[in-house]
């Protein structure tokens, strides 16, 4: 089974400025949710055999606090996407090419210097195929919101519905599984 979760809270999070790849720490209250979500695990009897995260310090410090004592392996493709020169922007005064592509994702095109989508999309699903292989082990992916959207959308092509507009909190945990067949489960919100 593969569980993917998002981080817990940042202090740039919690000020609404788009962190990217902006290396931050969990703010108390991410350090709280990401020690809940351990809990939360742990209540269901679910262990984890392998744990990857992005290398960015808040994906890491989840991962620690969810699965402690499990090594984490850092995989460059769990990170957030890159916002380029809209890295640390303030969400609440963003800029008129910002608002365009955040308020449909799908149909309109990443700012010029931001990663696109598709790239996203594909490093995460290149992670999810390479896992396929594993699926007798429980495996934790600690990423960020947009990173999780890619993978999420991956999982799901085909069935009609998409991540991209969807709101993805602090802490939230899909999960999905490859069949027999090879084809990962659609994914589901379980947390």
Known sequence: MIYIIRHGQ????????????????????????????????????????????????????????????????????????????????????????????????????????????ASVTARLGSLLEELKEKADRNILLSTHAIAMKGALTWLNRGCGESFWPKFIDNCAVYTTEPGRDGVYTPPVQIR
């Open 10 to 117: 940042t202090e740039q999070n919690n000020r609404k400025l788009l962190a990217g790849h902006g290396d931050y720490l969990l703010n108390q209250a991410g350090i709280d949710q990401a020690m809940e979500a351990g809990r939360w695990f742990a209540s269901r009897s679910i262990r984890f055999d392998e744990v990857y995260s992005s290398p960015l310090r808040r994906a890491l410090d989840t991962a620690d606090y969810v699965a402690p004592g499990i090594p984490v392996t850092i995989d460059n493709r769990l990170i957030e996407m890159c916002f380029g020169p809209y890295e640390g922007m303030d969400l609440t005064k963003p800029l008129p090419e910002v608002v365009t592509f955040f308020q449909d994702f799908e149909h309109n095109p990443a700012p010029e210097g931001m990663e696109t989508l």
